[in-house]
């Protein structure tokens, strides 16, 4: 079994003097327990969908082990972000408000657990009464950058703005005037464009909020055979007086003394 590739989600509780388990469980108990780790899989991203995972339940407690998890590269970061306490205001939202209603759930009934563990047990997350998972507090300044992506959306007839799709498939709403947008030759629609804009990022995050654009500015990501055989000239002009490369390089380094 690939320990990336499955989790074990687990609840321990006694109920009526009588351990939690597959044969013994509230129906509300089990209907929050698969509500809660269905948005932990599925997170902000989504890049998990829950209805194709496969899923078994395990005796020991109750225990979701869920598989066919290996491409969730967010889901997995997450996971080893929460080996930290302050982990929560550096994991998906969706994620973190699961842990936090854990939390709050334990602390009110010292018998209850909540465990999530790869197929390894390298990755261990134990939460009950004791634990303090928290979120440390979001820090926003004020930024002035330039940002890369394809335009898919600009205009607006009272809200003017540019729709960027970040490489990452993220959609940045970015806010513009009229005047601005108006003043663009060139047809910005489905292309590529680099933006130079003024916002507020938050520090544990890198997210953006309330970006503003400033202008559109020059960007050719393309091959420029000339200037490529510029380079090369300047280079081996620069290298003419050196006759052996590579005892130059040994010298600089100190290799003969």
């Known amino acids: 079994m690939d320990a990336l590739d499955t989790l074990r989600f687990a609840v321990s509780d006694r109920i009526n003097d009588v351990e939690v388990g597959p ?13 809660d780790v269905s948005e932990f899989l599925r997170g902000s991203s989504r890049d998990v969908d829950p ?15 869920v598989s066919g998890l ?4 967010s889901l997995w970061a997450d996971m080893g972000r929460l ?10 939202p969706k994620r973190a408000a699961v842990i936090e209603r854990w939390q709050v759930t334990a602390r009110r009934n010292p018998q209850r657990t909540y465990r999530v563990a790869d197929a390894s047990a390298r990755v261990n997350i134990l939460i009950n009464g004791s634990t303090d998972f ?6 926003w300044v004020a930024v002035e950058k330039y940002v890369y992506g394809r335009v898919v959306d600009l205009g607006g007839k009272l809200k003017a ?19 601005l947008l108006a003043q663009e030759e060139q047809n910005r629609l489905y292309r590529p464009a680099l933006l130079h804009i003024t916002a507020e990022e938050n520090l544990l995050t890198g997210a953006l909020r309330n970006p503003n654009l400033l202008g559109f500015e020059t960007h050719q990501p393309t091959y420029d055979a000339n200037e490529f055989q510029l380079m090369v000239q300047r280079g081996t002009a620069a290298w003419s007086g050196v006759s052996d490369a590579v005892a130059w390089l040994e010298e600089l380094r100190g290799g003969n003394t």
Do not use: M
């Open 161 to 179: 703005n540019v729709h960027l799709e970040l490489d990452d498939g993220t959609l940045l709403t970015i806010a513009a005037t009229q005047s």
């Open 70 to 73: 290996f491409a969730a590269t």
């Open 83 to 92: 080996q930290a306490q302050d982990a929560l205001g550096h994991i998906e």
């Open 23 to 35: 044969s013994h469980v509230p129906l509300s108990l089990l209907g929050d327990f698969q509500k």
């Open 134 to 139: 928290r979120r440390t507090e979001d820090v």
């Open 51 to 65: 209805s194709e995972l496969r899923v078994s339940i395990e005796e020991g407690s109750l225990a979701l082990v």
